[in-house]
């Protein structure tokens, strides 16, 4: 019933910029955290970002300094700021949010969106 929908993924240039959104839809009652992931061809996937209801926020060391994670709680979106991209970038990133619906929570997973950085 839940449903994370990614945008703004795409092809870059090194050095360049992209942002890119997850809004959570249907029956939520609380965002606990909010988490970007991602995967590159023959790699594992790999935590990229993350950020709690109370704003605390983490990077991985890859991204620290480029990368920004932030939360607009009233549309359930959360969204990753990509500066200074460079080719290593490239993978699919997927957003990760667990929901409280009801007296339950569980995490869910948005489809994935393809960010390509290449000259």
């Known amino acids: 019933q839940v449903q994370l929908v990614e945008s703004g993924g795409g092809l870059v240039q090194p050095g360049g910029s992209l942002r890119l959104s997850c809004v959570a839809s249907?029956?939520?009652?609380?965002?606990?955290?909010m988490t970007w992931y991602r995967q590159a061809p023959g790699n594992q996937r790999e935590l990229v970002a993350h950020?709690?209801?109370?704003?605390?926020?983490t990077y991985a060391d890859s991204v620290k300094g480029r990368f920004t994670i932030s939360r607009d709680n009233a549309k359930n979106t959360v969204y990753l700021q990509m500066n200074s991209l460079k080719p290593e970038d490239t993978a699919v990133y997927y957003c990760?949010?667990?929901?409280?619906?009801?007296?339950?929570?569980?995490?869910?997973w948005g489809q994935g969106t393809q960010v390509t950085v290449s000259s």
């Open positions: 990760n949010a667990d929901i409280t619906t009801g007296m339950l929570h569980r995490a869910y």
């Open positions: 249907g029956s939520i009652f609380d965002i606990n955290a």
């Open positions: 950020s709690t209801s109370g704003g605390r926020t």
